[in-house]
């Protein structure tokens, strides 16, 4: 019996082992898997989806460019021939400085400005190719033949910055938004936690020591694993960096106030202190600094002594980037190409601009006048006449440009007086017939505000839209009305007339005027309307279009009563006053979605963006039956009839 009750309890003991060791290899089960699937999740939200196809030009392209001003921003050298990419595309040149091949932003390429360019063999590839990163199109690859295109599937990735090829067949992309990721054929990823979410400016290096330039957050140093942050803390002369170089065991780090030399990962020194650096380049004992305002900066790195390059008669201002070719150094600046001279001092331009019709790419107001001139306002350049016998021949503007006239934020043209009024961050400013500047309004002459926004006639005077409130001037004066009088906000950006009754968008709301009085007063709440920022306001027939920021276009009857529209009544931003009404067609300018267009007889709305050279379309004008149609990235034309089956 005893012997018995042993060998049960044995079986007992044997069985509760077992239960220990099942129960503990369950948990441990139930651990691994809770791992990997963290391991996933985490690695799945690392990742970002995108997809690679050949990317094929539209075709029947309609919109004819305006030429603007080219601006060099990066070049390499591919296949022995010279690439320069800027906002308008990509061209090619071969040895002699002759221009084989233009690649256009809206025709041959994408409508986004280019930002970054580089040359490199990706895993998916068995030959070198030309990469190319678009402010908001994606990525181009290109074999001398043909593009195709990496286009990541979340909006923050799209806004790129710099282009980085390392071993492998990787890609290293700088963001605005995201930091720095990984692309290695496969797949897109954040590189690592450390360098997520920031402003990237720079990237120099590889994917296991890499040197991370940022817009606020200084240089990063990722290396074995870890990332060192240097700031103004740390030696650096500004966080703000705007070139890297490497060379040996030294880094360069580029800022506005200098450069900082870095000695095997250590901070070592400030060189060119006070220099605005925009590029770097180490040629022998020699660092070479170029500068937004000085030329090139010659820094020989084993003495103290600083000079300037003298570059004669060649503009060597805004300097982008020094390239190191078999021939010798070049540098290229947002206006030409140059080349160090055989005994290393001075430049020799080897390559210069185009010639433009237009003074500057970033379109913000079009007007036409009585004598069919075309005005063309900027965001920070001024504005320019354009004559009226062809806008694409060779003859440039006439440029305006002063302390007044600088940002332009509309421009309306009276036919009766023959007269353009201008509406500046700085008053509105008046031409006469002539085209010479006539009269300036502020503030001390009686406008609410210098900041004017908009400008229509009204009555028998003119209502100015400023961000705090509303100024009619007439025969009588100015007088101003603003919430105080029941405006619904002051901030006001668009105005749109009908008669007497004038109906006012501001940043609240819309208000609308009824013979100087505010008559009725419409919100997100007590209304129809699904977004307060109103920014552009027209009447079409016996109703009005309504712009908003992130609700597309609305309309509303003479009963204010607010309707959505099929296309068009959607998540998008229409900018602000970039509306426009013909007999045949409503106009509107998104942010980002390219040009929305409203068949006044068939009722209906679409939308178009092949060859325009942005979705960010931002001022519209007619013109001897053409649209022009201006972007933050220059101006193109259509002639309307196109338009219409």
């Known amino acids: 019996m005893r012997g018995g009750g042993n060998r049960r309890w044995w079986w007992i003991a044997g069985c509760a082992v077992a239960a220990i060791v099942t129960a503990g290899a369950f948990v441990a089960w139930r651990a691994s898997r809770a791992v990997r699937l963290s391991t996933e999740e985490v690695r799945t939200e690392r990742e970002i989806g995108f997809e690679i196809r050949p990317y094929l030009p539209p075709v029947n392209v309609n919109f004819e460019p305006v030429r603007s001003p080219e601006v060099f921003l990066q ?8 690439y320069i990419a800027g906002p308008a595309g990509l061209s090619e040149y071969d040895p002699s400085g002759m221009l084989l091949r233009e690649f256009q932003a809206g025709r041959e390429l994408p409508g986004s400005p280019l930002v970054a360019l580089c040359v490199g063999v990706m895993a998916d590839s068995a030959e070198a190719e030309l990469i190319v990163a678009t402010a908001d199109q994606g990525i181009l690859l290109f074999d001398g033949r043909g593009f195709r295109r990496i286009y990541p599937a979340a909006a923050d990735v799209l806004e790129i910055t710099s282009l980085l090829p390392v071993s492998a067949g990787h890609l290293l992309i700088g963001t605005k938004k995201r930091g720095v990721l990984l692309y290695d054929g496969r797949k897109i990823h954040d590189l690592h936690q450390t360098l997520s979410r920031m402003y990237v400016t720079a990237l120099a290096g590889s994917e296991v020591d890499l040197w991370v330039g940022t817009l606020d957050q200084g240089v990063k140093h990722w290396h074995s694993g870890t990332t060192d942050t240097f700031g103004e803390t740390e030696g650096l002369p500004d966080t703000q960096v705007q070139a890297i170089a490497l060379a040996n065991e030294k880094s360069y780090v580029g800022t506005p106030l200098g450069v900082a030399e870095f000695d095997r990962g250590r901070f070592s020194r400030v060189l060119g202190g006070g220099v605005l650096a925009t590029s770097l380049f180490v040629n022998g004992e020699e660092l070479l600094i170029g500068s937004q305002d000085q030329g090139v900066v010659r820094l020989p790195l084993k003495g103290r002594r600083v000079s300037a390059a003298r570059p004669g008669t060649a503009d ?3 300097v982008r980037q020094f390239l190191d070719m078999e021939e010798g150094v070049l540098v290229l600046t947002s206006s030409g190409v140059f080349e160090m001279n055989a005994r290393g001092f001075g430049w020799k331009e080897v390559l210069k601009l185009r010639s433009a019709v237009l003074s500057d790419r970033n379109v913000s107001a079009l007007a036409t006048d009585k004598r069919g001139q075309l005005w063309v306002g900027y965001f920070n350049r001024g504005l320019d006449i354009l004559p009226n016998e062809s806008p694409k021949g ?6 305006v440009e002063n302390d007044r006239v600088f940002c332009v934020n509309r ?3 009276d036919a009766k007086t023959d007269t353009v009024e201008v509406a500046t961050a700085n008053g509105l400013v008046r031409f006469g017939a002539n085209g010479n500047q006539e009269q300036v309004l502020t503030h001390s002459d009686g406008l609410i505000a210098d900041h004017v926004t908009d400008v229509v006639p009204y009555r028998d005077g003119l209502a100015l839209a400023t961000p705090a409130g509303i100024t009619f001037l007439d025969a009588e004066g100015a007088r101003s009305m603003y919430s105080f009088h029941g405006l619904i906000n002051n901030h006001v950006y668009a105005l749109g007339v009908s008669g007497d009754d004038l109906m006012v968008g501001t940043l609240g709301g819309l208000s609308s005027i009824e013979k100087g009085f505010v008559r009725a ?3 997100a709440g007590n209304s129809g309307l699904k977004q307060n920022w109103i920014t552009a306001v027209v009447r079409v027939d016996d109703e009005w279009m309504i712009g908003t920021y992130g609700g597309g276009v609305v309309g509303m009857n003479g009963a204010g009563k607010f309707h959505a529209y099929e296309t068009a009544t959607a998540a998008m931003e229409i900018n602000p006053n970039a509306m426009l009404v013909t007999p045949e067609h409503v106009f509107a300018g998104t942010l980002g979605d390219g040009l929305l267009v409203y068949d006044r007889e068939k ?40 338009l219409r089956p």
């Open 75 to 82: 070049a390499v050298r591919f296949q022995n021939h010279l």
């Open 316 to 318: 060597l201002s805004e």
């Open 394 to 399: 060779p003859g440039r503007a006439i440029h």
């Open 411 to 413: 421009i309306w043209a």
């Open 521 to 523: 007063n419409y919100k």
């Open 603 to 642: 009722r209906r709305w679409t939308r178009l963006s092949d060859g325009l050279p942005s979705g960010n379309v931002t001022a519209l004008a007619e013109s001897n039956g053409y649209i022009y149609v201006g972007t933050d990235n220059g101006l193109a034309r259509i002639a309307e009839k196109t």
